[in-house]
DNA sequence: AAATATTTTTAGGTGAACCTAAAAAGAAGT
DNA sequence: ACTTCTTTTTAGGTTCACCTAAAAATATTT
């Protein structure tokens, strides 16, 4: 008699708390306090603690009061399938409509939200099943699967090692543009040629040619898998 | 100091409402009446007048109590906006995702809501500038200008004469399945063999070898452009 | 022209998603 | 342990888009 996701119907603002929970929550492994979701989002923790409340009568999320929220096993798949969505549509829009990588974001928001689970299907076929999207962000499957490989962060990297980056920070548009400017892309091989003491800062070398210095900040955003 | 359509922001219901609003007024000809639009969305009229006077302030209808409601310039405008969002997505989800032409309108009505005028025109681009949609509707511009060229009702065509498919009713899923089953779509030649004097049915002869008796009602909603 | 019927508006209310301000619970510092 | 600080919740209010019921304006009939 309990409902599946998929038979229910969630609002924007429950798929977004929903979709801000699972991501404070490292996809489901740690609970959520109420002033990092009003965070997260732009609101005050009033308006969260409203909204917690619905979300656990549906059943998707876990809230026991003043103790923060866990997200339940049908609240990952509520967010992993408008995780789906979202990162389908920007492959769709950098691949197809030729959008750059920084550009993407605001308008997949939007997209990530449209209701109609075979028109997520064929998309996915229209695109060729990808398997992550303009960021390197894995796309999970029709059943919110994933399939994540190994990688770690530009600043682990020790000096001299290389790798090839998988997956960049998508949250600022400007850290994109800027990966732009500097050379580096989805699939760029890089070599850590020199870590400054001071600052953490590294020097790289961008596919066997390009010298760029980068802060450690920088590379933190910066996820390579090594060779 | 006058705002541009383009320069504010609608919500949903209010987009939906001047959809409405344009449709029934024959595309700003006529004025509506409170009851029709309250008809049209399945709202009542109470709920209209509320509405009626937040799209007045804003400039896209005119409004007199009483008197019903006639869209302005920059309504209309609004509308055509809408309308082409939602014809260049039906097209792409025809074309591209290789949807039936009676599962798209559903779909649409959400996708048209998505605001980036960017996306917009790249869709327009992506598809090849379509001039109409997948039931031969007619697509407006970037600038809201549309072209529509002669065409008449299959009921009101001649016994013997013959013309082209250009357009059908896209209002009714059931309609377009049934245009199916019979082998009419768009681009379809079509002679009117006979018309049936005591309840106005036709019978056809499709693509010069199907022979098919259709009620005037359904050849009511099908366009054809004479030869 | 008056009476009746229809349409439209107003008045007041609901739920969703937000808000501020104040109260309550929990955590931290001495 | 007790005071202080922080976090969270509650209480009460706002706007949006809807609603019902009643009142007002317009249309139609006789």
Redesign the pocket.
């Known amino acids: 008699m309990n409902k599946t996701v998929d038979e229910m119907s969630f609002?924007?603002?429950?798929e977004n708390?929903i979709k801000a929970i699972f991501h404070l929550s490292n996809w489901g492994e740690i609970s959520v306090?109420?002033?990092?979701i009003a965070d997260q989002?732009?609101?005050?923790?009033?308006?969260?603690?409203?909204?917690?409340?619905?979300l656990a009568n549906k059943g998707v999320i876990n809230?026991r009061?003043?103790?923060?929220v866990e997200i339940t096993s049908k609240g990952k798949s509520l967010a992993l399938q408008v995780i789906r969505k979202h990162r389908l549509w920007e492959v769709f829009l950098v691949e197809k409509l030729r959008f750059k990588w920084d550009e993407v974001h605001e308008i997949a928001e939007q997209l990530e939200h449209v209701k109609s689970p075979r028109l997520t299907d064929k998309l996915d076929e229209f695109l060729g099943y990808p398997k992550v999207d303009p960021h390197g962000d894995p796309i999970p499957n029709k059943n919110g699967e994933v399939k994540v490989g190994p990688k770690l962060g530009l600043s682990q990297m020790e000096e001299g090692s290389q790798g090839t980056v998988v997956q960049v920070d998508d949250s600022n548009p400007a850290f994109l543009k800027y990966l732009d400017k500097i050379g580096i892309y989805i699939g760029a091989r890089i070599k850590v040629n020199e870590r400054v003491e001071f600052d953490g800062s590294l020097e790289l070398i961008i596919d066997n040619n390009q010298k760029q210095f980068v802060s450690s900040e920088a590379a933190n955003n910066i996820l390579v898998a090594k060779e």
Chains 1, 2 share one sequence.
């Open positions: 609002s924007f603002a429950e708390y306090s109420t002033n990092s989002l732009n609101t005050k923790p009033a308006s969260v603690s409203d909204m917690i409340k619905k809230y009061k003043y103790q923060g």
